[in-house]
């Protein structure tokens, strides 16, 4: 592998994280208050945890639609967010945030994979390559986590340290 495809394999990995330019899953759950998760902000039709489900479900779908060529999309949009008046304990949040970064770490494992062709067509998807699904979910899983930093600004749900 030479530097150059090291390099543009470590800028999918930097945008999973989303670590470049904008704020982080990890920074955005930080320290999440329990009595927040189940929280409807005013005009918005679901909650805290429900955005983090959907997080967690996309990504998921992509992860395996990468890996999988028998693999099943949920039926979009309705099986790609909880119902909307589901609610979680403080566990089912924990258990959404680890499936979400576990997910995301097996992510970062394909796209620092010498063995994975990048930007050659997925073998049972032949539109599609690798490197346009990590950047599609990337692209996702920021606007979401930005949408989640502006829910725990309207619930008052960041702690008194956070600017």
């Known amino acids: 592998m030479t530097d150059?495809?090291?390099d543009v394999r470590e800028q999918l990995v930097i945008g999973l994280r989303g670590a470049d330019a904008h704020m982080t899953?990890?920074?955005a759950v930080a320290?999440?208050?329990d009595a927040a998760i189940n929280v409807r902000p005013p005009n918005v039709g679901y909650t805290p945890w429900?955005?983090?489900e959907h997080l967690r479900i996309t990504q998921w779908d992509v992860l395996e639609y990468i890996r999988d060529p028998d693999h099943v999309s949920p039926e979009w949009p309705l099986e790609y967010w909880p119902d909307?008046?589901?609610e979680t304990t403080p566990a089912g949040f924990r258990a959404s945030v680890e499936g979400f970064l576990a997910d995301r770490r097996d992510l970062e494992a394909i796209a620092r994979d010498?063995?994975?062709d990048m930007l050659g067509p997925i073998p049972h998807a032949p539109r599609h390559t690798v490197a346009r699904e990590l950047r599609v979910i990337?692209?996702?899983n920021s606007y979401h986590v930005g949408e989640l930093a502006v829910l725990r600004?309207?619930?008052g749900s960041w702690g008194p340290d956070h600017r």
Do not use: M, Y
Request: glycine share 4%; no cysteine.
């Open 114 to 116: 010498p063995g994975v």
């Open 153 to 155: 600004q309207v619930t």
């Open 4 to 6: 150059a495809q090291r």
């Open 25 to 27: 899953f990890e920074e």
């Open 84 to 86: 909307p008046s589901a």
């Open 138 to 140: 990337a692209n996702h």
């Open 50 to 52: 429900h955005l983090i």
């Open 31 to 33: 320290d999440f208050p």
